[in-house]
């Protein structure tokens, strides 16, 4: 949005107010009931909130998250400092969650677990598998090594940019999703890997002749979709993980 700005001021003050209006209705996708009676609970690494009548769904939230902390800290170089925020809501039917990175380490859960559709069916805990899912992303991409990096988000803080600031969001889609849904499937008792739907996409593109090079599942498939256009490349990745493994 601050590219664009600049740009509609120049041209009037209608198309400042259409960007404005658009910014709303972006971020309040993202905003949560302001209506609720929110509780927080603190752990070790981090701040779960959730409303009040959730109580014991986010204390789950906070059980889980610390576990998987304990596990992915291990797997991933250098885990982030400070704490993470962790939401836990259900204002939305969807049945999704999402992590951020700026301005802070945030995950999003929406509390209501997968009942239709395949993408998502094979899971045994839903709360276990989102949080771990989601907080593989926070391990990922939160990551900076470079000296040039880690003295601007010291000196300027944390920029919505890519190199130099977050390197790692500058990997293709199928990395970024595949580490994270290899570690939701090598960490709980589900997860994608671990089920029948994805392999059956992969079979269907190759028995076809329509399987995906790596260049093409990085971005927006159209031939499976969104979702479908990246699980190519994230399906075979797990299965490269897993033969090298044994």
């Not at 664009?4 to 001021?9: E, F, T």
Request: glycine letters at 10%.
């Amino acid at each position: 949005m601050a590219s664009i700005l600049p740009l509609c001021k120049q041209i009037s003050g209608r198309c400042v107010l259409a960007v404005v209006s658009l910014a709303a209705s972006v971020g309040a996708a993202h905003a949560q009931a302001p209506d609720e009676d929110w509780r927080t609970l603190a752990t070790e690494h981090f701040r779960v909130t959730f409303p009040s009548r959730l109580e014991s769904l986010g204390r789950r939230a906070a059980s889980v998250a610390e576990v998987a902390w304990e596990e992915l800290s291990v797997a991933f170089v250098e885990p982030p400092s400070g704490i993470i925020d962790l939401v836990v809501t259900d204002h939305t039917d969807g049945t999704n969650g999402f992590a951020r990175i700026v301005p802070s380490n945030q995950i999003v859960v929406f509390a209501r677990p997968p009942v239709e559709g395949p993408l998502l069916s094979y899971f045994d805990d839903w709360m276990e598998l989102v949080v771990t899912h989601e907080l593989a992303h926070i391990l990922h991409l939160d990551l900076v090594r470079n000296p040039i990096g880690r003295l601007l988000r010291g000196v300027l803080g944390r920029a919505d940019s890519g190199w130099p600031y977050f390197p790692g969001t500058a990997t293709p889609g199928w990395t970024i999703e595949g580490l994270a849904t290899w570690y939701e499937s090598d960490l709980t008792a589900s997860g994608r890997v671990n089920g029948t739907f994805h392999d059956a996409v992969v079979r269907t593109a190759v028995l076809e002749g329509r399987f995906e090079s790596l260049g093409q599942a990085g971005g927006d498939s159209p031939l499976f979709g969104v979702t479908e256009g990246t699980t190519t490349a994230r399906r075979a990745r797990g299965r490269a993980a897993s033969r090298r493994g044994a």
